[in-house]
């Protein structure tokens, strides 16, 4: 089984492989992914408070008695509590939620805050919570090359991770090379597109995968692990967990890498952070009425067509 771990740009460790708990419900469910993939070697866990979880993980924790420095726990903060006084809170409830003290890491989930400021502001509250040992990292989620351009040169803390829908079906290159160049880790959620059925049976991958005696998905994951990324696979089901994480006994040739590369189709399941502008064009001017509005928010409309 994979255990690896990738070094984070503030010299902490993340463990590769995670596992994801969106749209995983139901006491029972969560309880059985937890053990599940505890069993299996998993250390991270990719949780939100959005998705009315993590008070079963909490429960599933403690009942098993695994240890909470054990575990590599991160969270999310929701894109309506993106300004500095409610993503502090947001955290908090988290915290609260999740029976701990401390997260490992903390995203800010969304670029597309209301005002151009509230994204620096939500910033700057994660640098306090990291102060305030809150949690020990911070990065953010779904941000284009643009949206990073307008936090990295004023932050005072570093992204660590942008978790970016990532796999063989949607591979943002562009994306993926500048947080290279600035040394932020891709984390890939949706690693198998979300269990879509053309990644699932991708004759390519199937094919690829009978060479190891693997399965498509499990060829996804381990293309995702050779470029680098951290990967967030999701399953309830005690085999998949299993199988998602045992991928380190067979390795893609270079050849193998460009094939997959080129199923490429830009076929997006989730969110699609390019309908957000470098900053919030929402935000008015006071002084600006009538005809001179209109002719910025035109002429500004025009040039986000080219960002």
């Given at each position: 089984m994979l255990k690896r771990t990738l070094k984070l740009n503030n010299g902490l460790q993340i463990p590769q492989i995670g596992l994801g708990f969106y749209k995983l419900v139901g006491e029972n469910d969560v309880e059985n992914a937890v053990v599940a993939a505890t069993k299996a070697g998993y250390r991270h866990f990719d949780t939100a408070t959005i998705y009315k979880n993590d008070r079963a993980i909490a429960k599933t924790l403690q009942k098993h008695s695994i240890p909470r420095e054990d575990i590599f726990?991160?969270?999310?903060?929701?894109?309506?509590?993106?300004?500095?006084?409610?993503?502090?809170?947001?955290?908090?409830?988290?915290?609260?939620?999740?029976?701990?003290?401390?997260?490992?890491?903390?995203?800010?989930?969304?670029?597309?805050?209301?005002?151009?400021?509230?994204?620096?502001?939500?910033?700057?509250?994660?640098?306090?919570?990291?102060?305030?040992?809150?949690?020990?990292?911070?990065?953010?989620?779904?941000?284009?090359?643009?949206?990073?351009?307008?936090?990295?040169?004023?932050?005072?803390?570093?992204?660590?991770?942008?978790?970016?829908?990532?796999?063989?079906?949607?591979?943002?290159?562009?994306?993926?090379?500048?947080?290279?160049?600035n040394d932020i880790l891709v984390e890939a959620y949706a690693p198998l597109a979300q269990g879509n059925k053309a990644l699932l049976e991708n004759e390519v991958l199937k094919r690829i995968g009978s060479k190891y005696h693997k399965s498509a998905a499990q060829v996804a994951l381990r293309w995702g692990v050779q470029h680098g990324f951290a990967v967030i696979p999701k399953s309830k089901s005690e085999q998949r967990v299993q199988e998602n994480i045992t991928i380190d006994d067979f390795e893609l040739t270079a050849e193998e890498i460009d094939e997959i590369n080129g199923l490429n189709a830009n076929k997006k399941m989730a969110w699609n952070p390019s309908t957000v502008a470098s900053v919030s064009y929402t935000h008015l001017r006071a002084h600006e009425t009538g005809r001179n509005l209109v002719c910025r928010l035109l002429l500004e409309k025009k040039k986000r067509q080219f960002m």
């Open positions: 726990l991160a969270t999310k903060i929701w894109k309506d509590d993106e300004t500095y006084e409610k993503s502090v809170r947001a955290v908090q409830f988290a915290l609260k939620n999740i029976s701990t003290t401390y997260f490992d890491l903390v995203l800010m989930l969304w670029p597309g805050t209301p005002t151009p400021q509230d994204r620096l502001d939500t910033w700057k509250a994660l640098e306090d919570m990291v102060d305030q040992g809150l949690t020990k990292s911070i990065g953010v989620s779904n941000f284009l090359p643009r949206h990073l351009d307008s936090i990295l040169p004023k932050c005072r803390i570093k992204p660590v991770v942008n978790q970016i829908e990532t796999h063989p079906l949607y591979y943002d290159k562009e994306t993926i090379e500048y947080c290279k160049k």
